[in-house]
């Protein structure tokens, strides 16, 4: 036990000389048991280093067990290759340079592509499943089992420009799915956690991390922490891995880095309170893009598709067959958080009755009309406003183009009568992107650039592959990388 200290901010370093008794002792110890920790626990333990896991709930799992289960991985998997698609690292690399941008870290991007196979292969040899299906749909997730689907608008405009479209969100296959309510992120977490304890990795439960622990040189060598409401001490003796998830359910952090999200549920766990994020900084460490937010918006993809997105100007801002979450972001972050899905009776009834659709995301119209002009009235949009918003879009429509904003010519269609609206007006919700800088060998780093010595992190306390834009499975896929490559570097000490 430490010696108890008065008058300091809690979240400050504690000298290791303080320490009187260790209760808890290991080479790696490792903050968090979701996707990030649980990857860095096989890879330690692989590497012959004694591990221990601090988690803060009563079980692994974390967010990655509650998720969908994207993992976004490309560059030619086998599962690509054997549904036909082709990738290659470098066009991997491409759209992701592009798409989740601007300032999207090359060098971990570079390697993420450039190993993405090999992940793929670890995944695999560690019992993750993944059906040999392609699930071609509009849609936050595929409904099924199937094993691979786009996940990130690679296939609509402007990106399929950019990069040849090629699928990249490999889903672990899961029986009795039932989307919002149990996913397949269970079977992701499910055999890395039985593959760590197999290993010998230890855990302990009910483990809230309070503050680091550092010796004289300024190096980490271990973490106290409250269990059971008891103050307890953990001696790291090569090094310690943060891997508690973001700072999406702090609101102070919030309302500091991210206001956007102020007000907006959190699409995250409670747990992800962002406190390794501050531990870490009160020893220096550097912080990067920290104002980074993912957006769900809550519409059904197979409605959005046969429509047209419209915000509180009625004009079209977004081409309605992309990732839904890069709509989410252009709606919250770019208008204003006002967005009216404009469709006609036909299309509407053709989307419920499609079996690919989102029930949960299935709104009723607000506003119903036989004609744009009068629609137009009942929402109380700027005279002319949605009228030319359609005509435009009603004109290139009837070639099957559309040259505003790039959808796909499958899915326009000319707006016909009677016509709807549905609000969708702040139907978003969001977490957070931005962490600690940390470098490709999950080293965080110094506001000095130099590595923080016996400090590791990686999943969403620190910044990943995404500066600003998303794709579903990048977040388990950049937790699930450089979880691994955290475990091994905190094990060579």
């Known amino acids: 036990m430490a010696e108890p200290t008065s008058g300091t901010d809690p979240v400050r370093p504690l000298p290791a000389e303080s320490v009187t008794t260790w209760d808890y002792e290991s080479d790696v110890v490792i903050a968090g048991y979701g996707i990030a920790g649980v990857c860095a626990a096989i ?25 969908g289960g994207f993992i976004y991985l490309g560059g030619g998997t086998p599962l690509q290759k054997t549904l036909g698609f082709d990738d290659t ?18 060098a971990k991007i570079t390697e993420y592509c450039e190993g993405s196979v090999d992940h793929y292969n670890w995944l695999v040899d560690n019992g993750v499943p993944f059906k040999e299906s392609f699930y071609s749909q509009p849609g936050w997730e595929t ?37 919002g309510e149990r996913g397949g992120g269970y079977m992701l977490m499910k055999p890395l956690a039985e593959e760590a304890e197999r290993l010998g990795v230890r855990a302990e439960y009910d483990m809230r991390v309070q503050t680091l622990i550092t010796d004289g040189t300024g190096r980490v060598v271990g973490v106290s922490a409250k269990q059971y409401g008891k103050d307890v001490t953990i001696r790291a003796r090569k090094g310690v891995v943060l891997a508690t998830g973001s700072f999406a359910y702090n609101k102070d ?30 020893l220096g460490a550097d912080l990067a ?54 469709i006609d009776e036909a299309a509407y009834e053709e989307a419920k009755t499609t079996p ?53 010519p499958e899915w326009v269609k000319p707006i016909g009568t009677p016509v709807a609206a549905l609000d969708l007006r702040n139907y978003t919700a969001g977490f957070t992107l931005g962490g600690l800088r940390t470098n490709t060998a999950s080293e965080v780093l110094h506001v000095s ?31 699930s990388f450089f979880g691994r490559r955290a475990g091994i570097s905190a094990a060579r000490g």
């Open 356 to 408: 690919t659709s989102t029930p949960f995301f299935r709104f009723q119209p607000k506003w119903v009309a036989e004609t744009v002009e009068e629609l137009e009235s009942e929402m109380g949009l700027p005279e002319g406003t949605l009228q030319s918003t359609v005509d435009v879009y009603n004109r290139h429509a009837a070639n099957g183009e559309d040259p505003v904003l790039g959808k796909k």
């Open 143 to 179: 409904p099924s089992d199937d094993g691979l689907m786009y996940s990130g608008g690679e296939n609509a405009a402007p990106f399929n420009t950019i990069a040849t479209p090629a699928p990249r969100g490999h889903v672990p296959q899961m029986a009795d799915k039932k989307i």
């Open 89 to 106: 690292p470098e066009n991997m690399k491409t759209f992701m340079m592009a798409a989740l941008g601007p300032g999207a870290d090359e």
């Open 253 to 282: 952090m919030v309302a500091s880095f991210a206001p956007r999200l102020i007000g907006r549920p959190g699409a995250a766990i409670e747990e992800h309170d962002g406190r390794a994020i501050r531990m870490a900084q009160a």
């Open 43 to 67: 890879e330690a333990a692989r590497a012959g280093a004694d591990v221990l896991v601090l988690e803060r709930t009563g079980g692994w799992g974390g967010a990655a067990s509650l998720s």
């Open 289 to 342: 893009h920290m104002d980074a937010t993912e957006v769900a918006f809550f519409g059904d993809p197979q409605m959005m598709v046969r429509g047209i997105l419209v915000n509180g100007r009625g004009q079209r801002y977004v081409n309605e067959d992309t990732y839904p979450g890069r709509i989410g972001q252009l709606t919250l972050l770019h208008n204003d958080n006002q967005a009216y899905l404009i």
């Open 449 to 479: 650039g130099e590595p923080i010595p016996g400090l590791f992190a990686a999943g969403r306390c620190t910044s990943g592959v995404c500066a600003w834009g998303y794709a579903s499975g990048t977040s388990l896929g950049d937790g």
